[in-house]
């Protein structure tokens, strides 16, 4: 009886064979391994100076303003600097340039949130558009236009800013009113909204015109958003949120 059982385990345990006259299915090939995917994100991070600085996709943080999109659920780009101890020259740089540059006519769409700084004196948000690409700072480019927001001491205040640089000659298209009127204006976190058809630069707040201006430009232009800050202040953040241009989101 012993036997017979020890028989018909050592049968079971066989691997199945085919039938006489027909050839053994051939052992399956291992799967060669997935090629590995790299991210290529639509932002290169620029920036210059010793100053402690980060330029930081970061889908963390509470929004303090609505998008435009509200089903929008992208990162927002942080923007930080603290300079104290460093040089009062150059000023401290960092921010973020579009990988590939954009035909004109030029639409970008972005909502910048001021952060409640507690002391946002001189502190500069800006969208810079430039044929030309560097990984410092985009100021330092011989051709630009930029569009600035910029604290007004003693800080509780700010104003918007339009200049641009033609073969390095720098020319202020709209200073609000600076410097004259020192007062500006409450910060928050406006929806901006930047146009550039022709030779007309526009530029929205939450829907208004804040400024028009003429800009003879360029077939393609690269889009920066930077923050740059004088020395001796503690960590300054903002924030740049629901980034479309042309239509497209870009976060």
């Known amino acids: 009886m012993r036997a017979a059982t020890l028989l018909a385990l050592l049968v079971?345990?066989?691997?199945?064979?085919?039938?006489?006259?027909?050839?053994?299915?051939?052992?399956?090939?291992?799967?060669?391994?997935?090629p590995r995917r790299e991210t290529v994100t639509p932002w290169v991070t620029v920036g210059a100076s010793t100053a402690r600085r980060e330029a930081a996709w970061d889908d963390s943080v509470r929004r303090s303003a609505p998008a435009a999109d509200p089903s929008s659920t992208g990162p927002r780009l942080r923007l930080a600097l603290e300079t104290r101890g460093i040089p009062a020259t150059p000023l401290a740089v960092t921010g973020v340039r579009s990988r590939e540059p954009f035909p004109r006519p030029l639409d970008v769409g972005w909502t910048l949130d001021w952060n409640r700084q507690a002391n946002g004196s001189y502190l500069q948000a800006s969208i810079y558009l430039a044929p030309q690409a560097t990984t410092g700072d985009p100021a330092a480019l011989s051709d630009w236009v930029r569009v600035t927001y910029v604290g007004v001491p003693p800080g509780g205040r700010w104003r918007h800013e339009v200049a641009a640089r033609r073969g390095g000659r720098l020319t202020f298209l709209d200073r609000a009113g600076w410097p004259g009127d020192r007062s500006g204006r409450p910060p928050g976190a406006p929806r901006l909204r930047l146009r550039w058809v022709g030779d007309r630069l526009q530029l929205d707040e939450d829907g208004v015109r804040r400024s028009e201006v003429r800009v003879v430009g360029w077939p393609r232009t690269h889009v920066y958003f930077t923050l740059t800050g004088h020395s001796n202040y503690g960590r300054r953040v903002v924030y740049v949120d629901d980034v479309q241009v042309n239509g497209a989101a870009r976060d």
């Open 12 to 34: 079971a345990c066989q691997p199945d064979r085919p039938p006489s006259g027909e050839p053994a299915a051939a052992a399956p090939k291992p799967r060669a391994p997935s």
